[in-house]
């Protein structure tokens, strides 16, 4: 989870460097773009591995899920995730409302994440004695 909120952390500062670069007609550094890109699939990856284990492991342990919010909180982070990474790919110049669509999903799954380590977290505690 960690390494997640790392990866959202570049893509939020080499984003905001894409927007600064565009709005200020200055050109940007040629790894500016791939290194979003590929950041922006590791955090695809990441989160997909934090589903699979959250499933496993809970399904190991109960042998059923939805448990608690974490489960739905969850699945939407997920979603939320390749929602953002498809609303990335469709922009460009003749489609122009795709760049508004991919910020707008990123500040929302900034509040995803917050509600899954929230209650990600209330999940842990159930564990410790
Ligand atoms: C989920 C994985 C992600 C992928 C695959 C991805 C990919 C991309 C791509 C291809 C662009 C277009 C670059 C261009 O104009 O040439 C872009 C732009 C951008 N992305 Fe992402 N991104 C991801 C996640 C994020 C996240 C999490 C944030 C913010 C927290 C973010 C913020 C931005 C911003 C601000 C832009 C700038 C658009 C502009 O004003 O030019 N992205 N992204
Ligand atoms: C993007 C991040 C995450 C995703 C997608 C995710 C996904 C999931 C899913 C789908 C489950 C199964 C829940 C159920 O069926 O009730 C689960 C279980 C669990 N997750 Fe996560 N999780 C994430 C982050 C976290 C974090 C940050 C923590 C701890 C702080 C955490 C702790 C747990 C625990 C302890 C369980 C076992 C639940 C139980 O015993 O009821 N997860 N996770």
Redo the contacts with the bound molecule.
């Keep these: ?1 960690g390494f ?1 909120l790392f990866a959202y952390l570049l893509l939020a500062v080499s984003g905001g460097l894409l927007t600064y670069a565009r709005l200020s007609k200055k050109p940007r550094p040629q790894w500016l773009r791939p290194f979003h890109y590929w950041v922006g699939g590791g955090l695809v990856a990441l ?1 997909l591995l ?2 699979a ?3 496993v ?2 399904l190991g ?2 042998g059923t ?4 919010a ?2 739905a909180a ?2 939407t ?2 979603g939320l995730v390749l929602f953002s990474a498809w609303s990335a790919t469709q922009i460009s110049p003749k489609r122009l409302w795709a760049r508004p669509l991919h910020v707008g999903v990123n500040i929302t799954l900034f509040l995803g ?1 917050m509600v ?2 929230f209650t ?2 209330s ?2 505690q ?2 410790l004695p």
């Design positions: 989870m997640a989160v934090l589903l284990i959250g499933i492991g809970t342990h109960y899920l939805g448990h608690s974490h489960f969850g699945l982070v997920v994440f899954v380590s990600g977290w999940v842990v159930k564990y």
